[in-house]
């Protein structure tokens, strides 16, 4: 007397098996296209970086045609309008990022500066002192979307002068100003105690390849399940 293994496989469950092999093969190589084209763009925003820097004045402007791009500004802070973003953490440490309207030369408009971070008070009752330069500055840095979307829990955003999430369009609504369509994140020194470490712009590349890897992962435990549940044994004589 042997055993012997046989496969035997029903009709429902092989196009099942079939169907979510086929899907989640589909879905990892989606991700891929999706990780490609996310690096092709990573490329071009560092080429961008490198390029000499481009000036933001008082004609209104196209946002995609400066993201990601070197920009320079000239004009006066309104340090009326200044906001304190939130929850923004270095070296374990809490503290705000500064984002304040500079009001271009020349000009009714204005543009958002994130002008750097500053560690929290001992209390959150306290806001830490800032310094704002009151003559006319040269700003340079990096153009970023003014509406980039944001994920909130609460729709309490703003106590006074601390937000937690900020946009053009919101900064716009709060102070009634006229605002570019982008935000430069400061990069020079204006000798106000800000720190200005600005991560590497991230398009998202691995996070993509992260998915990939578990939609094939998937589709790798299907097939295998499907083949050791077909699988029966037999007895012989």
């Known amino acids: 007397m042997g055993i012997s293994a046989g496969f035997r496989a029903r009709i429902v469950p092989t196009f099942a098996a079939v169907l979510g092999a086929v899907v989640t093969a589909l879905l990892g190589n989606w991700?891929?296209?999706?990780?490609?084209?996310k690096e092709a763009l990573q490329q071009r925003i560092d080429a961008m970086a490198r390029e000499p820097a481009i000036h933001v004045g008082a004609q209104a402007i196209d946002p995609d045609a400066l993201v990601y791009r070197n920009v320079q500004a000239v004009g006066e802070f309104d340090e009326s309008a200044t906001v304190y973003l939130d929850n923004k953490v270095r070296d374990g440490m809490p503290g705000y990022e500064i984002v304040s309207p500079l009001?271009?030369?020349?000009?009714s408009r204005y543009v958002l500066v994130d002008r750097g971070w500053v560690q929290a008070a001992r209390t959150r009752a306290e806001l830490p002192a800032i310094r704002t330069p009151e003559d006319e500055v040269i700003v340079l840095g990096i153009a970023l979307p003014g509406n980039p979307p944001v994920f909130e829990?609460?729709?309490?955003?703003?106590?006074?002068k601390v937000w937690q999430n900020l946009t053009v369009d919101r900064h716009r609504q709060a102070y009634g100003l006229e605002l570019?369509?982008?935000?430069?994140?400061?990069?020079?020194?204006?000798?106000?105690?800000?720190?200005r470490q600005w991560r590497r712009p991230d398009v998202g590349i691995e996070r993509h390849r992260a998915y990939a890897f578990q939609w094939f992962s998937l589709c790798a435990v299907i097939v295998v399940l499907y083949v050791i549940l077909n699988v029966r044994r037999k007895t012989r004589s």
Do not use: E, M, T, V
């Open 31 to 37: 991700q891929l296209n999706r990780a490609a084209g």
């Open 103 to 107: 009001k271009l030369r020349d000009s």
């Open 153 to 160: 829990l609460s729709d309490q955003i703003r106590n006074g």
């Open 180 to 195: 570019q369509p982008i935000f430069i994140h400061q990069q020079n020194d204006l000798d106000d105690g800000l720190l």
